[in-house]
Structures are given as structure tokens and as C-alpha cells.
């Protein structure tokens, strides 16, 4: 049966990271993780896995029926939308983030050292989208698809490549610009694939514009933010091995002070393990596992009798460390000297040097998975920021000195109203179940 073409709608979507991003092209040459390229050495998002991010938010299955196609036995149909690579601007900043692995004791593990190629916050590109319409679609669709990826990416709850769950991959929508044909405007439609790039051919529509119509969606995630201030001073390291700079500094993102999404979240994992020892839960375990997701080692017994991994329910974002004015914090460089224990006397050779980070205010973003047993999660996190707000819970290294400590900055915020006591009553009762 003819289905034929009545409109083409193209829309161009202007990005920009709000965190850093590794999409890695399984090569390892620079780092053990290098950010995806092509022939010509430009880096880039593939157009298949902006689709594949997209097409798993509309929970869309490949065997059924949609806008992005499906495919089953023998009956199938394309897609009808497309998606470019997303090539960035030439003014980008690449770097490469160690990480490490820490025991419970913050001791590294053996064989747990990696490094990664990031594309550091700032970076802006652009998305092309192409939406072919026909006869037997409802045009509705489209518009209410898109306008759902638009308001999740904007939410922060569609996120692009590795450590999503860890601060990585977000971005936020700048600008937008549309459009739109039909066969009575097929000259017009010639002379625009000719130079199709050029943004002042098209009409440009302001992000809060463009998702007006879509009023208030149900939102798969609750996002918590917990403004903080730092007590003392922070030291997440960064290694240099250059003789006219200091020894190691506190970590960065385009010069200004972070804080890595794994690093709170390995500290908050810490907390939560410990709370649940204090309520008595035998069954803790499976249940970090399950509310903070795990890979299971190669070596372990236990491989063959689960899922080798589970993705976390919780994101936990970067917090980025500034001044109540909005400036950097306070960046102090400290010489140390490593003292014998058993005359007090300085070690040869031992001397030091630091910069660390002081003074700074920031925000610990959130977001929690609305899957099952969401609700006692959200119980857990209730107890674990009033541990962070009253200076329980250290972050970094040097703990010991008093670094990596908290209080708060101002009242929680919650993206949508949140009963703590309910929340409490479920977390009871799947502890009860736990046991």
C-alpha cells in the first residue's frame, strides 16, 4: 500500500555539556579509555548512540512499532526520524581524569588504576534531526516524541556514554531551530539541502518555548540538591610530574575545582553500608547492590549464579567548588614535610608540595531511578544528608587532617514534593523483607 511522504520537519539542536563526557572507540593509545574519533582526529558523539540514549528513554523496544522503526521475524520498518553525529567546536578542551579503586579502609586496590579521556564541561556542537512524515502517521507523534527527549536532556535524565551514573555525560539544549515542508514547498525544500547548515535559514525557537506545549511530564527521576560549604579544606588529587608546578593538586575541569561524581558516590555507597549496619539490615548488601548497581569481578565464585552487572538507581552529578560570588574557591599551596615517628625528626627526601582547595561552596546533585523500592531509597538518602550536612561523611584524601568535610548551605530542594515520613514507613519495610 502507498504511504506516501507529506512533510519533512528538520530541527537543529545546539548543545553543550554540563559535565564531562567519555564515549570511547575501544582504543586505548593515549589513555586506557580514548574519546571516540574520526579519520580526521575530530571527536564526536555517533549518531547511533544519540538514538540508541533516545529511543531507550521512550522505552520504544526494537520489536515494536514507533517512530524510530522496529524489526520483527520478517516485518519491519525504518526509521522515521534521523539522527547526525553530534561534532563539537573547535575551541574544546580535552584532558584525562585518573581513577582508582578503594576498599572500604580507602586503600587502593591492586590491578584498580585507570585513566580516561574526557571532553571537559563547556564543550558546545550541534544535532541535526530529520523527522520524514507519511500519510498513516500522526504527525502528534513526532512533535510529542521529540519534545519528551528535549524535556528529559534538559532534566538531566537523558545522559551520553561512559560513568553516566557518576557525573558524566550530561548536556543542556542552547538553542533550537526548525523547519518544516511539504509537497507544496518542494522548491523551497531543493534549495535548502544545499546549504542545510546554515542555522539563519532556519526559525529559531527558545528551548522553554519549544517545550511549552508539553506542559508538566511525569518525570522517571527525582532529582535532589543539597547545597554545601566546605569546613577546612578538600584534596582530591591530580598528579604532575613537572618540576616547576606542585607535587599533585586538588582535581579540576577547565581550571575550575571539582568534586567527580565517583567520589561522592564512593563515599555516599560507605555511608549508606554503615547506616544500614546501624539498623541491623543482615540483608545490606544485595541491597546496595541492587539501589547502587555493581560489576562483578571475573575471578568471583558468585559470576555464574547473578547478572554480571546491574546499573545503578542513583546519578550522583559533578559539583563544581566556587565562592558565595560565584568565583573559584580559595586555592592554598601547601609544603609538607613527612616526620619520623620515632624522633619526630624530617624524613630526607620527603619534602611536598600541594594545592588544595578552601573556602568553597557547591551543590551535590541526585537524581534517583523511579524503579522499585524507589521510595525507601529516597528514606536512605533523607538519613545519609543529614549525615553529610552535620560533617559525617568525609570526602577525598587526607580525612585524617580534617579535609573533605561539609555543613550545610541553605534548604534542600527536592524536584517534586517528597514525604519523608511515608518514605521512612517503606524503608522499614524493606529492611523488614531484607532479613
Keep these: 500500500m502507498i504511504n506516501r511522504i507529506v512533510k519533512r520537519i528538520y530541527t537543529v539542536w545546539k548543545i553543550r555539556l554540563d559535565s564531562p563526557m567519555n564515549i570511547s572507540g575501544s582504543e586505548n593509545t593515549l589513555t586506557d579509555s580514548d574519546f571516540i574519533r574520526n579519520g580526521s582526529g575530530e571527536l564526536f558523539i555517533p549518531g547511533t548512540s544519540v538514538a540508541g540514549a533516545f529511543r531507550s528513554y521512550l522505552n520504544q523496544k526494537k520489536d515494536e512499532e514507533g517512530i524510530f522503526g522496529y524489526s520483527s521475524g520478517e516485518k519491519g520498518f525504518m526509521s522515521s526520524v534521523f539522527f547526525s553525529d553530534i561534532y563539537f567546536d573547535e575551541s574544546i578542551s580535552v584532558s584525562v581524569r585518573d581513577g582508582i579503586r578503594l576498599d572500604e579502609d580507602k586503600i587502593v586496590q591492586k590491578k584498580h588504576k585507570f585513566d580516561t579521556e574526557i571532553l571537559e564541561t563547556g564543550a558546545?556542537?550541534?544535532?541535526?534531526?530529520?523527522?520524514?512524515?507519511?500519510?498513516?502517521?500522526?504527525?502528534?507523534?513526532?512533535?510529542?516524541?521529540?519534545?519528551?527527549?528535549?524535556?528529559?536532556?534538559?532534566?538531566?535524565?537523558?545522559?551520553?556514554?561512559?560513568?553516566?551514573?557518576?557525573?558524566?555525560?550530561?548536556?543542556?539544549?542552547t538553542e533550537i531551530y526548525e523547519r518544516s515542508f511539504t509537497k507544496e514547498t518542494g522548491k523551497e525544500w531543493t534549495e535548502f539541502l544545499k546549504d542545510q547548515t546554515n542555522l539563519s535559514i532556519y526559525?529559531?525557537?527558545?528551548?522553554?518555548?519549544?517545550?511549552?506545549?508539553?506542559?508538566?511530564?511525569?518525570?522517571?527521576?527525582?532529582?535532589?540538591?543539597?547545597?554545601?560549604?566546605?569546613?577546612?579544606?578538600?584534596?582530591?588529587?591530580?598528579?604532575?610530574?613537572?618540576?616547576?608546578?606542585?607535587?599533585?593538586?586538588?582535581?579540576?575541569?577547565?581550571?575550575?575545582?571539582?568534586?567527580?561524581g565517583s567520589s561522592w558516590n564512593g563515599a555516599i555507597r560507605s555511608l549508606a553500608e554503615r547506616i544500614l549496619e546501624e539498623l541491623g539490615c543482615p540483608g545490606r548488601n544485595t541491597l546496595l547492590d541492587k539501589w547502587f548497581g555493581y560489576v562483578l569481578d571475573k575471578n568471583d565464585?558468585?559470576?555464574?549464579?547473578?547478572?554480571?552487572?546491574?546499573?545503578?538507581?542513583?546519578?550522583?552529578?559533578?559539583?563544581?567548588?566556587?565562592?558565595?560570588?560565584g568565583d573559584r574557591c580559595v586555592q592554598i599551596p601547601v609544603s609538607r614535610n613527612r616526620i619520623n615517628r620515632f624522633d619526630a625528626s624530617t624524613v630526607n627526601?620527603?619534602?611536598?608540595?600541594?594545592?588544595?582547595c578552601f573556602n568553597g561552596h557547591t551543590e551535590l546533585e541526585i537524581y534517583i531511578e523511579k524503579k522499585e523500592d524507589w521510595n525507601a531509597l529516597t528514606a536512605l538518602f533523607c538519613l545519609i544528608?543529614?549525615?553529610?550536612?552535620?560533617?559525617?561523611?568525609?570526602?577525598?584524601?587526607?580525612?585524617?587532617i580534617g579535609r573533605g568535610i561539609f555543613t550545610s548551605d541553605g534548604e534542600i530542594r527536592y524536584s517534586e514534593p517528597v514525604n519523608e515520613a511515608q518514605c521512612m514507613e517503606e524503608l522499614c519495610r524493606v529492611l523488614d523483607a531484607a532479613e
Design 203 to 260: 526559525d529559531n525557537v527558545s528551548p522553554e518555548e519549544y517545550l511549552h506545549d508539553l506542559g508538566e511530564t511525569e518525570r522517571r527521576y527525582l532529582k535532589i540538591t543539597l547545597p554545601l560549604r566546605q569546613k577546612g579544606g578538600i584534596s582530591i588529587r591530580k598528579y604532575s610530574a613537572q618540576p616547576n608546578k606542585a607535587d599533585y593538586e586538588h582535581i579540576t575541569c577547565r581550571g575550575v575545582p571539582v568534586i567527580p
Design 124 to 173: 558546545c556542537g550541534k544535532l541535526y534531526i530529520e523527522c520524514v512524515i507519511r500519510e498513516r502517521d500522526q504527525e502528534a507523534d513526532f512533535y510529542e516524541s521529540l519534545h519528551r527527549i528535549a524535556a528529559g536532556i534538559q532534566n538531566g535524565e537523558i545522559r551520553f556514554g561512559a560513568k553516566k551514573t557518576r557525573g558524566f555525560g550530561k548536556i543542556r539544549i
Design 301 to 325: 565464585k558468585n559470576i555464574m549464579q547473578r547478572e554480571k552487572a546491574r546499573r545503578s538507581m542513583v546519578t550522583v552529578g559533578e559539583s563544581v567548588l566556587s565562592d558565595p560570588r
Design 385 to 400: 544528608m543529614k549525615d553529610i550536612r552535620n560533617g559525617y561523611l568525609a570526602v577525598g584524601g587526607q580525612t585524617a
Design 349 to 356: 627526601g620527603a619534602l611536598y608540595s600541594e594545592i588544595a
